[in-house]
């Protein structure tokens, strides 16, 4: 398990592009698309969309992930 984040490259409405995560979180992230029946690339393309202009798709990644599992709570 890596502390640091790592490029990880996704394809968001056919266009290819990079997001550097750690490893826990693309593992929450893996799961959470799981969940949700979706590919990846999908649920990613979703967050992509409705993220702020000035928030980074990995920070939007991130913040994702985290909502996800403290409203489960």
């Not at 990079?18 to 967050?47: C, G, M, P, Y």
């Not at 409705?50 to 489960?72: C, K, M, N, S």
Request: no cysteine; charged share 35%; glycine share 2%.
């Amino acid at each position: 398990m890596s502390a640091r984040p790592i490029k990880r490259s996704l394809t968001l409405r056919g266009h290819r592009t990079s997001v550097s995560l750690e490893d826990d979180f693309w593992r929450a992230f893996r799961e959470i698309a799981d969940k949700k029946t979706l590919a990846i690339n999908e649920l990613a393309a979703q967050i992509d969309a409705e993220r702020d202009i000035e928030t980074g798709l990995a920070t939007a990644i991130r913040l994702y992930v985290l909502r996800y599992y403290r409203d489960a709570n």
